[in-house]
């Protein structure tokens, strides 16, 4: 069965802090990685995208690796900041003829503290 | 370029009653995805529709759901006789083409009473 899974479930951290979210998945045949931002009551907005062939993706003060052979993912802020407040998806789309389909883990729900 | 639209963004229903859920994509998309998201759970994959077809419907319950993506107008996620268990929050994505990166709506949060 093809799963995502994200920790911690949640983390608190004061303004300021470097920080890294954990993402992991059972099949290396992945086509694609992706990191969503969730805000409450609001939609998915797209962070950063890694192919399969890539080994990371950076944004600003976000920069996310990808190792397909161990199945992880990581998504790494630096400098946090109240506003990076948010739940933090995990996505993953698998190889061959569903690769539109995104797997999703249950997500990192993310305070920054003031 | 307006984003992924959808409307309701709240709709509360009495049990056995139906829900029409409208997803409007980016303009030049007519690549279409449903996915749930249930209390407490990820985002699941319910169906994936190009204009007046659907490629992949793995995801949507055997009963009472339904989708369409008509030639003229959005994309409509149905589900008749509702029960409380299909309280979760709806959301649809759109892309250009088939493995193209998808872009989300702001989702339909769905409160069966």
């Known amino acids: 069965k093809q799963e995502v899974t994200q920790i911690p479930a949640a983390l608190s951290v004061p303004e300021g802090e470097n920080l890294v979210l954990n993402c992991s998945f059972t099949d290396s045949a992945i086509y694609n990685l992706q990191w969503f931002r969730q805000d409450p009551g609001k939609g998915l907005t797209s962070l950063l995208l890694?192919?399969?062939?890539?080994r990371e993706q950076t944004s600003g003060r976000l920069n996310a690796s990808l190792d397909k052979s161990s199945g992880r993912s990581t998504l790494y802020i630096a400098a946090s900041q109240p506003g990076d407040s948010a739940t933090y998806l995990c996505a993953v789309t698998y190889s061959g003829g569903s690769n539109y389909k995104l797997t999703f883990g249950k997500g990192t729900l993310l305070t920054v503290n003031p | 370029n307006a984003g992924v639209m959808q409307n309701p963004r709240h709709l509360v229903r009495r049990r056995g009653q139906e829900a029409r859920l409208r997803c409007s994509p980016m303009?030049?998309?007519?690549?279409v995805y449903w996915y749930r998201q249930l209390p407490e759970e990820g985002l699941k994959f319910m169906v994936y529709?190009?204009?007046?077809?659907?490629?992949?419907e793995s995801g949507m319950p055997k009963e009472r759901f339904s989708a369409e993506f008509p030639k003229e107008g959005p994309s409509i996620l149905r589900i008749q006789q509702v029960v409380r268990g299909d309280s979760a929050a709806y959301f649809c994505?759109?892309?250009?083409?088939?493995?193209?990166?998808?872009?989300f709506g702001p989702g339909t949060r769905l409160l069966v009473l």
């Open positions: 994505a759109s892309s250009p083409a088939r493995v193209e990166t998808q872009y």
């Open positions: 303009k030049g998309h007519s690549h």
């Open positions: 529709l190009q204009k007046e077809n659907i490629i992949d």
């Open positions: 890694i192919q399969s062939s890539q």
